[in-house]
């Protein structure tokens, strides 16, 4: 065989050798959960080999650069669902070291070492990842260390402090200091997971408070056109212009958030219409996040907004990871939209577990999942989507998230986080005091929780008026 022949020889088989991973995805059966499970395990495994915090000198809960804090937050949140769909308690450990380490001093999820980037919407990733964690019975921390419910509250309150109406007629800044770019900037997300939160919070413990400044948050949205009547929600506003100009980018987390913000409310009020109405308009909307063809087949989850002309920064990458929770979250919440939603994520899970192809593991997620081979794109974002879509075609195979009075164990604290440390409880904007999300709370206190607190009253001073009597 002469030189050039040799040469070509070696080329095709580089060529072979360079294209045979791209082409060797899981071949997911979605009817099968053997099949889901597997994919599922190998997919979280290749995600958490990319975790320094449980290595030598790493620090739990935290990857590094070029993963901002709030998506490690979200990561755990993943690892919850996966313990949850699959039973595997291999991560569980890690999960409640990095949630615990990552609390910060005022158990609020506002860590000093994060001060510089952090935003509302980050605090509130970690918020939904604990109370994702009461609802779904996620193994309780140790007595006398912060319990899950507790430290949603705590998220939640320090937010409703920050309720700022000072310009745009309320919201949440994006930014919680404002030494921070973007401060001024009032974006969808840090609003529509203040809702969700405050929704998830109403159902589980049954205080119309909360459910109260769901409502707030979400009128609010809509009142200031971050969001149209017909539910398509758009990323932002600055507030120095007064919230005139709107950000028309529409990302799919934004849409999820709110969806299931809105299904949790469905829940709470027993199937209120209005409600109802609100989940079938914005899941009617979340098509534009579904591929069609020549673009591709049909309902493979993509992120319109970034994905085909590859511009998705390292966060964007990871929007459909939460899309995708939430629409499962939807399914539990509101059960008629299972029709709606179950073919497009199981549809979405093949395509993604097809495009876990790359690297010598052939275990290497990557972000279009509606394309014939590996699109060059790796990393947690990538991981971490592919593992909630799949893992959430499972959801009809648990039960439905819990609450206080149905199976939850978790501990709250409805004054967690109230008043403690600095820029906590003073930028509301509205002139309330820092004692008055208490006094809303106690206020919003169901039948139930009253009698407990008389009760436990009454045993105080009876213990009281007993010591008092046998000292003297």
């Known amino acids: 065989m002469n030189l050039r022949a040799k040469n070509w020889l070696s080329a095709v088989l580089s060529c072979l050798l360079m294209t045979a991973p791209l082409t060797a995805g899981y071949e997911l059966a979605v009817d099968d959960r053997g099949s889901v499970l597997y994919v599922a395990q190998r997919i979280a495994y290749k995600m958490m080999e990319m975790y320094p915090g449980n290595k030598t000198n790493g620090i739990p809960g935290l990857f590094g650069d070029p993963y901002y804090w709030w998506e490690a937050g979200a990561v755990f949140g993943a690892l919850v669902d996966y313990w949850y769909y699959t039973g595997d308690a291999g991560y569980n450990h890690v999960v409640t070291e990095a949630l615990l380490h990552q609390m910060g001093p005022d158990q609020d999820y506002m860590p000093p070492n994060q001060s510089k980037s952090l935003g509302n919407d980050d605090q509130c990733f970690w918020g939904l990842t604990v109370i994702s964690a009461a609802e779904k019975n996620f193994p309780d921390p140790p007595k006398g260390q912060a319990q899950w419910l507790a430290l949603a509250q705590a998220v939640f309150n320090t937010q409703a402090l920050r309720w700022d109406t000072s310009t745009c007629g309320g919201g949440l800044r994006w930014q919680i200091y404002s030494f921070n770019n973007g401060y001024t900037y009032k974006n969808t997300i840090s609003n529509g997971c203040f809702f969700q939160l405050a929704a998830r919070l109403a159902r589980y413990t049954n205080n119309a408070t909360y459910a109260h400044w769901a409502t707030k948050a979400y009128d609010w949205t809509h009142n200031l056109g971050l969001a149209t009547p017909d539910q398509r929600y758009f990323d932002g506003s600055d507030s120095q212009g007064n919230c005139t100009a709107v950000n028309w980018v529409q990302w799919s987390y934004n849409a999820g958030t709110y969806l299931a913000g809105a299904a949790y409310m469905y829940n709470f009020t027993n199937g209120d219409p209005v409600w109802g109405s609100r989940v079938e308009s914005i899941l009617d909307m979340t098509r534009i996040f579904f591929t069609t063809p020549p673009f591709g087949p049909n309902d493979t989850m993509f992120e319109q907004a970034c994905e085909r002309p590859v511009t998705c920064n390292v966060d964007q990458r990871s929007f459909k990871a939460y899309f995708a929770r939430f629409l499962a979250l939807t399914v539990k919440m509101v059960p008629w939209t299972a029709p709606h939603i179950m073919p497009k994520l199981r549809t979405s899970a093949v395509a993604a577990a097809a495009a876990c192809s790359y690297g010598e593991d052939k275990n290497t997620c990557g972000m279009k999942w509606y394309a014939p081979q590996w699109d060059g ?41 109230s008043y403690r440390g600095p820029n906590r409880g003073r930028n509301r904007g509205d002139g309330s005091s820092s004692m008055s999300i208490q006094e809303e709370l106690a206020a919003g206190m169901t039948r139930k929780q009253m009698v407990g607190a008389w009760v436990a009253t009454v045993v105080t001073v009876l213990l009281t008026f007993v010591f008092v009597y046998w000292v003297y």
């Open 377 to 417: 794109l790796y990393g947690i974002g990538e991981q971490i989507s592919a593992l909630e879509v799949i893992q959430n075609t499972l959801v009809h195979e648990v039960g439905i998230p819990v609450t206080e009075d149905a199976g939850g164990t978790s501990v709250g604290d409805p004054a967690a986080g």
